[in-house]
């Protein structure tokens, strides 16, 4: 049974930094797209960053050069450094992954097979 649990969220002034991390267990998960997703209030769930089995981050271009999205296969963790926070990052902050293997991380909620239960980020 996979489980993904995040972590590091929390409120900070604009400006700021905040590492988000994402435990998994229950498989072998660094074959696998990872994924950070976000939804804010009145909004749909968006795509931050993902990052494929080789490695490889894309990243939405609101967040581009100011988060890094890593992995540490020993410890089965994904994590999400966000640095320069401005108000507009607030949201649920999700971490998600892909049970099957794909050359490209897809960049749509909906093709993630599990989730975590979610970690507030507020940025004021």
């Known amino acids: 049974h996979v489980q993904l649990v995040e972590s590091g969220g929390g409120s900070v002034q604009a400006g700021g930094s905040l590492r988000l991390s994402c435990s998994a267990s229950?498989?072998?998960?660094?074959?696998?797209?990872m994924g950070w997703f976000r939804k804010a209030p009145g909004k749909e769930r968006e795509g931050v960053a993902s990052i494929d089995s080789d490695g490889r981050a894309t990243y939405t271009d609101d967040v581009k050069g100011r988060f890094t999205i890593s992995k540490d296969s020993a410890k089965n963790t994904l994590y999400l450094q966000m640095n320069s926070l401005k108000p507009e990052d607030t949201a649920i902050y999700y971490c998600?992954?892909?049970?099957?293997?794909?050359?490209?991380?897809?960049?749509?909620?909906?093709?993630?097979?599990?989730w975590g239960q979610g970690t507030q980020v507020t940025v004021s």
């Open positions: 998600a992954a892909l049970s099957r293997f794909a050359y490209v991380c897809p960049a749509d909620a909906s093709d993630y097979d599990y």
């Open positions: 229950g498989w072998f998960y660094s074959t696998r797209c």
